[in-house]
């Protein structure tokens, strides 16, 4: 059996995602990570008080998508979920986090460590609280199929020799000190990944006892990834967005991983 297996992959080779110097294939988008879109006729109130995450702010006429954990029971309020080239990555694309400086401050400060980051990024991916969908998701990342590698990207077991911090989990009290000796071990300069709703906000977890608080109350945090789990290419995006190579709305780096 092993002996077929090695002719089929030199008959077919290894097929790699061309994400990102292409845009995701149909299937790297998972159906059932189509957030809430407001629509005309959407009942806000009715579908804040279905939303069991607070994602839904009927005062804002907003959708928290870091909050959002597809559920759906916005659905029979009216809310549309997107289709096609509008649904996954285009929609919940990763974003820089606000942590209140000026918005200048935070790009000089980001564009000194992509300096640092823009031969090699070695992640450390830790779990505060999680149910391991966000946990298998990222790991999925150094499958042949995604590849990490190719783009200067590594997974690493200690603090001390990661740039990146990949937090996943609703954060637990008892994992607070873990979380923050963790983030201490790191050399500087470095960056703070939240990966899925939980870590972003609490998730279905936000009003649970042994749930402390989002991330970014316990850490500085440069990176969003929203989902619930997030897939592999959102992931993927938040890293690169992390690294400087992709562009965000908040963010002035025009390097782009095609070019290098």
Not at 72 to 88: H, I, K, L
Request: hydrophobic residues 40%.
């Amino acid at each position: 059996m092993p002996k077929l297996w090695v002719l089929r992959g030199i008959k077919k080779g290894i097929l790699t995602t061309k994400f990102p110097k292409r845009p995701p294939a149909p299937d790297e988008v998972p159906p059932s990570s189509a957030p809430p879109t407001p629509t005309e006729a959407s009942d806000w109130d009715k579908g804040e008080s279905l939303c069991p995450t607070g994602a839904i702010q009927a005062s804002r006429k907003k959708v928290d998508l870091g909050a959002c954990v597809y559920c759906r029971r916005c659905a029979s309020a009216n809310f549309a979920f997107a289709a096609g080239d509008d649904r996954g990555p285009a929609s919940l694309r990763a974003s820089l986090a606000e942590d209140g400086r000026a918005e200048k401050e935070t790009l000089e400060d980001l564009e000194r460590r992509w300096k640092t980051f823009r031969r090699s990024l070695h992640i450390l991916m830790i779990d505060v609280g999680s149910c391991n969908a966000c946990n298998l998701e990222v790991l999925n990342l150094s499958n042949p199929y995604y590849d990490l590698t190719r783009l200067g990207i590594f997974f690493t077991n200690s603090p001390k020799h990661a740039d990146a911090l990949v937090v996943v989990g609703a954060l637990n009290k008892d994992m607070v000190d873990v979380l923050k000796r963790t983030y201490e071990s790191m050399p500087h300069p470095k960056v703070v990944i939240s990966t899925g709703a939980c870590a972003i906000s609490g998730g279905v977890f936000r009003d649970a006892e042994s749930f402390v608080s989002p991330i970014r109350d316990a850490l500085p945090v440069d990176v969003l990834i929203p989902g619930c789990p997030p897939s592999p290419i959102q992931i993927l995006q938040g890293l690169l967005l992390g690294l400087g190579k992709l562009q965000s709305g908040r963010e002035s780096n025009a390097a782009e991983v095609a070019k290098d």
